[in-house]
Antibody, heavy 119, light 107 residues
Framework: EVQLVESGGGLVQPGGSLRLSCAAS????????MNWVRQAPGKGLEWVSY????????YYADSVKGRFTISRDNAKNSLYLQMNSLRAEDTAVYYC????????????WGQGTLVTVSS | AIQLTQSPSSLSASVGDRVTITCRAS??????LAWYQQKPGKAPKLLIY???SLESGVPSRFSGSGSGTDFTLTISSLQPEDFATYYC?????????FGGGTKVEIK
């Protein structure tokens, strides 16, 4: 059974940093592209970042470019999102999502982790 | 970025009703469209991909159609477990983008 479990969310002050993790199991993690998608409270879904199966190709939404860094450790079956210079508008539930191979849509999602940026 | 406009933003329907949700893209996306269902406090669930292909395990009362800029998600006979918010997503070009969502509520 495919499982994606996020962790690392919490309350952080504006300008602060946080690192999210996503632990994957039930599939060959190193063979799949992975993404982060977020959802602000009461709002819709927003794609945040993509990383290829090897980690060699990375994309970011303009809203987080230069502040967030996606990475992965295939030996640990883990995906990460380092978030720096956090702003109030980054407050959201962050989901890791498995991408259907090279298709840019998402067949499995984690349960999400809430990031709240507030003083 | 390609914008997706869903309509309506919400609707009220009864069990057994036929429900149709539309998604319009700001430019042509061929058939590169997916539909997701999201229940409160839960992650989105993939229902449809490539505009009309049913994801494995999804009930056949869900169907999708369209290509180019206009797409529809149809629930042929609404069931109690179908009350949720539905999102379309395009994957024709980067960045992937989502529609604003359609909330299906109980009448």
């Amino acid at each position: 059974e495919v499982q994606l479990v996020e962790s690392g969310g919490g309350l952080v002050q504006p300008g602060g940093s946080l690192r999210l993790s996503c632990a994957a199991s039930g599939f060959t993690f190193s063979s799949y592209e992975m993404n982060w998608v977020r959802q602000a409270p009461g709002k819709g879904l927003e794609w945040v970042s993509y990383i290829s199966s090897s980690g060699s190709t990375i994309y970011y939404a303009d809203s987080v470019k230069g502040r967030f860094t996606i990475s992965r450790d295939n030996a640990k079956n883990s995906l990460y999102l380092q978030m720096n210079s956090l702003r109030a508008e980054d407050t959201a539930v962050y989901y890791c999502a498995r991408e259907v191979r090279l298709r840019s849509y998402f067949d499995y999602w984690g349960q999400g982790t809430l990031v709240t940026v507030s003083s | 970025a390609i914008q997706l406009t869903q309509s309506p933003s919400s609707l009220s329907a009864s069990v057994g009703d036929r429900v149709t949700i539309t998604c319009r893209a700001s430019q042509g996306i061929s058939s590169a469209l997916a539909w997701y269902q999201q229940k409160p406090g839960k992650a989105p669930k993939l229902l449809i991909y490539d505009a009309s292909s049913l994801e494995s395990g999804v009930p056949s009362r869900f169907s999708g159609s369209g290509s180019g800029t206009d797409f529809t998600l149809t629930i042929s006979s609404l069931q109690p477990e179908d009350f949720a918010t539905y999102y379309c997503q395009q994957f024709n070009s980067y960045p992937p983008t989502f529609g604003g969502g359609t909330k299906v509520e109980i009448k």
